[in-house]
């Protein structure tokens, strides 16, 4: 079966159903919350919710419990320099997302089995203060053999540039709030 990868992410850290059905159906949820030890009744309870209204789910940095409660897939942070896809056996439509900063993380990334690479920041954010901007972004993007998604920094007032990227698709954390 061919693997549906969606286009548009958002990053939650808290099961909010309101703040889920808010968003369009073909936007995947990664949950990411690395303040808290992962609770596995509440992913379970957010498996089970993006079940029943269609959405993708993916649960940041670990592959074990993202496969062992058949979620969408896993997001491997571009601090994790541990992670092989090889060493699991991850059923056909389990999708590995990951992401980077620069284009030695983004080889690491390619190297560890990642299908699609978050390359980041797009635009300045208050913990980036320089961001890749349009150009660098579509320079390291050409280089990179997966989908590209673009993150950091995008709201309303720059999200028309992202045509003039090579971004496979778009992230975002506050622009959806």
Request: aromatic fraction near 14%.
């Amino acid at each position: 079966m061919h693997k549906k990868i969606p286009s548009i992410f958002t990053f939650i850290s808290s099961f909010e159903k309101e703040e889920i059905l808010n968003l369009d159906q073909n936007i995947g949820i990664i949950f990411r919350n690395y303040n808290e030890k992962v609770n596995k009744k509440n992913i379970y309870k957010l498996k089970e919710f993006c079940k029943v209204n269609k959405r993708k789910f993916f649960l940041a940095n670990d592959a074990k419990l993202a496969f062992n409660l058949n979620l969408d897939g896993v997001y491997i942070p571009a601090f994790n320099r541990t992670f092989y896809a090889k060493k699991y056996n991850f059923k056909k439509n389990f999708i590995i997302l990951g992401s980077a900063h620069n284009i030695t993380e983004m080889k690491m990334k390619e190297k560890q089995g990642v299908e699609v690479i978050f390359l980041s920041p797009l635009f300045k954010t208050k913990n980036y203060k320089n961001g890749l901007d349009i150009i660098r972004f579509n320079m390291i993007s050409k280089i990179c053999k997966k989908k590209v998604i673009a993150l950091g920094g995008i709201n309303k007032k720059n999200i028309k540039k992202l045509k003039i990227t090579n971004a496979y698709g778009f992230s975002g954390i506050s622009y959806f709030r």
